[in-house]
């Protein structure tokens, strides 16, 4: 009866204008309710609506986030059992389930996260049509460890944040394979890699150095290089070498892949402001990523950029 009910008021949000908010407001007051987890199941499991699976994947995000958690304890194997069935979308729907994984492991103890990081990837490698799912889950884990809308503790999601940063080995491997499935997969594995890199900055060690300044007072960051540089080896990662050599030959790439390989270069230039060896081949994989692309890019804007300048200035005779 209780799932009737839902499925009644999430057609009445979305059919019934004159009665918008009240069927609004039930719903809402239904996240609230303990009772919603069992209800959710029943809707996930048994409908074929895509409204009535989003709802149900949105009122797991609405209670992990707020810290209402189940009653079973970990829900984590019930949310990976809820993805194989969305491993092909709706998005929206995998989106949220995925978005429900990740929180649900902020309100873990810290000593589970390694095994949590690596079951999950593990169940989600297994299979060629989980691959977009896994992209997925790797761009959300970055993005959620700093959504202050899971109200955990700034020190658990912190040590979240650690935790996940000392397998990012293991991400970027399983980021590698799975760009090589296609184009898309390509695409999603670049921007997770983005994700993954802008994430090094959670280290406590880094984001201490940066915060330093080389004089009382001054407002320039002191010199930094995240642990990822330092150990060497970013300038020859897979994904990092196919950045920079798409961005050469920018002429011939779609703009989509583009965009996420731009992503991945200012995300490893953002890493370090030190001319250390290690310090040096990034910086110059990206450099001459960079001229070579804009090689390419200024024939075909040249028209457009003599007519824009000013006819007399030295940036037109140089032109």
């Given at each position: 009866?209780?799932?009737?009910?839902v499925v009644?008021h999430?057609?009445?949000?979305?059919?019934?204008?004159?009665?918008t908010h009240?069927?609004?407001?039930w719903?809402?007051?239904?996240?609230?309710?303990?009772e919603?987890w069992?209800?959710?199941?029943?809707?996930?499991t048994r409908s074929?609506e895509?409204?009535v699976h989003?709802?149900a994947?949105?009122?797991?995000?609405?209670?992990?986030?707020?810290?209402?958690?189940?009653?079973?304890?970990?829900?984590r194997?019930?949310?990976?059992?809820?993805?194989s069935?969305?491993?092909?979308?709706?998005?929206?729907?995998?989106?949220?389930?995925?978005?429900?994984?990740?929180d649900?492991?902020?309100?873990?103890p810290?000593?589970?996260?390694a095994?949590?990081?690596?079951d999950?990837?593990?169940?989600?490698?297994?299979?060629l049509?989980?691959?977009?799912c896994?992209?997925?889950?790797?761009v959300?884990?970055?993005e959620?460890?700093?959504?202050?809308?899971?109200?955990v503790a700034a020190?658990?999601?912190s040590?979240?944040?650690?935790?996940?940063?000392?397998?990012t080995n293991?991400?970027?491997?399983?980021?590698?394979?799975?760009?090589?499935?296609?184009?898309?997969?390509a695409?999603?594995?670049?921007?997770?890699?983005a994700?993954?890199?802008?994430?090094?900055?959670?280290?406590?060690?880094?984001r201490?150095?940066?915060?330093?300044s080389?004089?009382?007072?001054?407002?320039?960051?002191?010199?930094?290089?995240?642990?990822?540089?330092?150990?060497?080896?970013?300038?020859?990662?897979?994904l990092?070498?196919?950045?920079?050599?798409?961005?050469?030959?920018?002429?011939?790439?779609?703009?989509?892949?583009?965009?996420?390989?731009?992503?991945?270069?200012?995300?490893?230039h953002?890493?370090?402001n030190?001319?250390?060896?290690?310090?040096?081949?990034?910086?110059?994989?990206?450099?001459?990523?960079?001229?070579?692309?804009?090689?390419q890019?200024?024939?075909?804007?040249?028209?457009?950029?003599?007519?824009?300048?000013?006819?007399?200035?030295?940036?037109?005779?140089r032109?």
């Amino acid at each position: 009866m209780a799932a009737a009910q839902v499925v009644l008021h999430v057609h009445g949000l979305h059919k019934d204008f004159a009665n918008t908010h009240a069927h609004s407001t039930w719903l809402q007051q239904f996240q609230q309710a303990p009772e919603a987890w069992a209800v959710v199941h029943e809707l996930l499991t048994r409908s074929n609506e895509e409204v009535v699976h989003y709802f149900a994947s949105h009122t797991l995000v609405t209670k992990l986030q707020a810290g209402h958690l189940p009653s079973t304890g970990s829900c984590r194997q019930e949310l990976l059992q809820y993805l194989s069935n969305f491993w092909r979308g709706p998005l929206a729907v995998r989106r949220q389930l995925v978005i429900a994984l990740v929180d649900s492991a902020l309100w873990q103890p810290p000593v589970e996260d390694a095994h949590w990081l690596a079951d999950c990837v593990r169940r989600m490698s297994e299979n060629l049509e989980a691959v977009p799912c896994l992209l997925e889950f790797l761009v959300t884990i970055p993005e959620e460890s700093a959504n202050r809308k899971v109200v955990v503790a700034a020190q658990r999601r912190s040590q979240f944040a650690s935790n996940m940063l000392q397998h990012t080995n293991m991400v970027m491997d399983s980021l590698c394979k799975a760009s090589q499935t296609n184009e898309l997969c390509a695409v999603g594995a670049l921007r997770a890699c983005a994700r993954w890199l802008h994430l090094q900055h959670a280290d406590a060690a880094l984001r201490a150095k940066k915060k330093s300044s080389s004089s009382v007072g001054g407002t320039a960051s002191g010199p930094f290089t995240a642990d990822l540089v330092r150990r060497g080896g970013v300038h020859e990662n897979p994904l990092v070498k196919q950045a920079a050599q798409t961005l050469s030959n920018i002429g011939t790439t779609s703009l989509e892949l583009c965009r996420a390989c731009a992503d991945v270069l200012c995300e490893v230039h953002g890493l370090t402001n030190e001319s250390t060896p290690e310090a040096r081949a990034v910086l110059l994989l990206v450099v001459h990523a960079v001229i070579a692309g804009s090689r390419q890019l200024l024939p075909a804007t040249q028209a457009n950029l003599e007519t824009w300048m000013d006819q007399d200035s030295e940036l037109t005779a140089r032109a």
